[in-house]
């Protein structure tokens, strides 16, 4: 461990050299323009995991994008680790807000900028240069290790679930290991015990079959954009409840003891608004604002448009309305279940000369970490011994729709161990990580292949 | 007067082709790119009333778009008209779904199709045919006539009131003949005896100083996009009645003959419905749909925009929320009085966290015509010789904010006397315009200006 530690930090400049040019490819991959790009990242990292030493990298083709399936495993007789990350990114609009070229990368005070630095591309790179530590130092990895990288984490992961259904035999081993999630704040290292899912679509709302003028007939039928504006706000009461029929039946509840844990959590809530400049908080009654945030299920409004939107007026009732609407569940929601509710309830809120219809674009439920897991161990180890104190436990109230995958398909307990910050910008213009963490996060990993590769039989 | 009747009949493929070049100009009054061909059309238009035989035509500057001023006074004892038009037109888009160029006119089946064929273009041609038609053909027009025509009815009109007040002493006369309405339907003439007006804005909802990752913050504060959808849900009960404070106080109902009266014009809901393809009314009760599409108030959004409308999915709470609202207005409610109202509105169903700024985009008050007044008998009169019907008295829910201020600035009696139809596609992909209404309306106008010549002074 120790020679792969001094490997690590010899070759830093390298790494980040590395990362900016991974950075550079824009694998944007909610839009088939960029499909091009996200094949190019494909490419790119495989390329690199080959000059990593790692004994085979394949870039498997999928419906949408590639995923990349790496093996090297050694020794039976080593626990195995199953490494997750992806290599696409969020689109960079709005461009006008960010201060350097999202793909072009800029380190300024420490800190690299571009799309993916910290989702997921920087993290992605933790697990191989840890790896390429091992192998080019002393030759041996401590574990067998398994890597998946998908290039559809931000487009809804739906080849993730084909993919390992059809690889599961290739990728049996013990534990999952989740590079995507963050810190519990700067300096304070952190493993993420739960995760929420999601349920994401877009609805039209259909009236007439042109735009028609507001004068001739405004006032005598359903205005799309005003039945928009209902639906929306009979999604939740007047207190912050979500109020669509069915949405808690399935909520699995804290226990009492869980949200006492959950108040060792460090949260700022002033500062975590002020960042944001947000200026009050909004949550469903008898809830923390970090529970709200992390714990509760929520249904979000994405996007809305319909009707004029250029300069000046224009006089008119659009033909359609149309929006984007995503729920994140908690345990034990059914993704599946949820998408029925939330369509049912919009669809019951949309008066009858008004033709709705559905474009369901992705769904992944909820995970919960098992406390007792060894890897959970070792990890906590390896994170002390490198940031000086011992990690938190944290709640996300993101999702990683892959992870409950690994969990449900490949029987694999999800470990999430991430180097993100709250004020990374994640999914926002000026995104970026720390060139510290980065460093950091390689090291913690390298540690914790050592320790679980010792213990991860236990 | 037959003599300028024989040459409306000998020049009418010469007024086609001049309409043609004129629907050629592309002059969109709201949008700032189109400025030059505003200004196009306003030279195009001064140097063809020249070339009509007209004393003076002057392209007069304003803040936005110029106005066309023209005079011909030949006998003071002669009553006097102050025609209205407006050269300028609607944005052509959705450009995909029209047939042929918006801005290329052609003729199928007796029909011109182009951006601005009936709204005005067209109409004002008429005005302007039947003008030359008495100064070629006997050199004598029988009333004294002013011309004001503008480039901004498109965007709310807002030079209209400065240039009134400014030629006000130029502009005395006995009524103002405005050709920018409808007939009651295809065959059956009509004269408009209530417009509504208007309060057109935009206003916007701002929350956070990024786009925030929705599964970081969904839950715990207000999304704008949300906040958006129950405003607008808080403008209607749910009964179709608008719902904002003190909408209705100023209303001036219409007396039981008046509504009497309506039932005499001519409406088929279903037919009215099944051209532009809505499948039912809603309306407010205790009014018909014609009513409460002419002579009741309204409140419509008009465009809706935030977050992300792309292809695919992405899981952010927007930073801002965006919207176009407009109030349809009736006798007696004040336009100004309504913007406050809905203003205070907007602002009170927002909460304290999401920050509320508005945008006014432009006035017009509602307008009644006065029954008794001589010009519409004149103009009834030649209406039922070139129709062979008498005109219907039709309620109009449109709005030209320019008639009111006709009325407001210069004290004349609105006439508005229009040969448009429900189904000519205004504000829409496909507009056009018949060329036998565009022959009958230089027709009509042209024995108006000769019955109000001898019986103006009534």
Redesign the interface.
């Known amino acids: 461990m120790d020679r792969a530690l001094s490997f690590i930090e010899e070759h830093h400049q390298r790494h980040i050299g590395e990362l900016e040019d991974f950075l550079r490819i824009p694998s944007v ?4 323009e960029f499909a091009t790009d996200v094949n190019r990242g494909a490419d790119w990292l495989a390329e690199r995991l080959r000059t990593a030493g790692i004994d085979k990298a394949e870039v498997i083709k999928t419906d949408i994008h590639p995923i990349i399936l790496a093996e090297h495993v050694t020794d039976p007789k080593k626990p195995t680790v199953v490494a997750y990350g992806h290599y696409d990114v ?2 960079p ?2 461009l006008d ?1 960010w201060t350097s070229d999202p793909f072009e990368p800029t380190v300024r005070d420490g800190q690299i900028f571009a799309r993916g630095a910290v989702d997921d591309k920087g993290q992605l790179m933790m697990i191989v240069n840890a790896t390429e530590a091992y192998l080019k130092s002393s030759k041996e990895l401590p574990v067998n290790l398994k890597m998946v990288f998908e290039g559809e984490e ?3 992961s739906e080849s993730m679930g084909p993919f390992l259904e059809k690889y599961k035999d290739r990728l049996t081993g013990d534990v999952a290991l989740i590079c995507d999630t963050s810190m519990a704040e700067p300096g304070i290292p952190a493993i993420t015990a739960s995760l ?1 899912g ?1 349920v ?1 679509m877009e609805f039209f709302l259909k ?17 799309p ?2 039945v ?9 009461d007047d207190d912050g409840r979500i109020a669509v029929a069915g949405m808690y039946d399935d909520v699995r509840d804290l226990s009492a003891a869980e949200r006492e844990e959950m108040k060792r959590i460090p949260f700022d809530e002033a500062a975590w ?1 002020e960042t ?9 009654p008898g809830y923390t ?2 529970e ?2 992390t714990i ?3 249904v ?19 033909a359609e ?4 609407i ?1 729920a ?1 569940l908690v345990p034990d929601q059914t993704p599946d279940d949820i998408m029925k509710k939330l369509q049912r309830h919009i669809r019951e809120h949309t ?5 709705v219809t559905f474009n369901p ?2 769904v992944g439920s909820a995970i919960n970490v098992d406390p007792n897991h060894p890897g959970l161990k070792s990890a906590a180890r390896a994170l002390e011994e490198v940031f000086k104190v011992p990690p938190v436990m944290l709640r ?4 990683i729709p892959a992870a409950a995958m690994m969990r449900d398909v490949l029987g694999l307990e999800p470990l999430l161990v991430g180097f993100g910050l ?1 004020t990374d ?6 995104e970026h990580f720390g060139l510290d963490r980065f460093r950091m996060g390689i090291e913690s990993i390298a540690r914790f292949f050592s320790y679980y590769g010792e213990n991860g039989g236990a």
Do not use: F
């Not at 008066?351 to 033709?355: A, T």
């Open positions: 991959s909610t839009d088939p969020q689109p609009d709005p807000l931000e487009c809804a929420r999601i994401y009236s007439s079959n042109r735009d028609l003028h507001s004068g001739l007939y405004g006032g005598a039928i359903h205005n954009l005003n928009l504006g209902r639906v929306i706000a009979s999604l939740h608004l944001v400049g947000v200026r009050g908080t909004w949550t469903e604002t970090l709200a945030a509760r299920p929520t979000d409004m994405n996007g809305v448009w319909g009707g004029y939107a250029g300069e000046g007026s224009k006089t008119i009732i659009a309305a149309g929006a984007k995503s994140r008066p009858e000369s008004i033709e674009l992705g996300g109230g993101g999702s709250d910008r994640v999914h926002a213009p000026d």
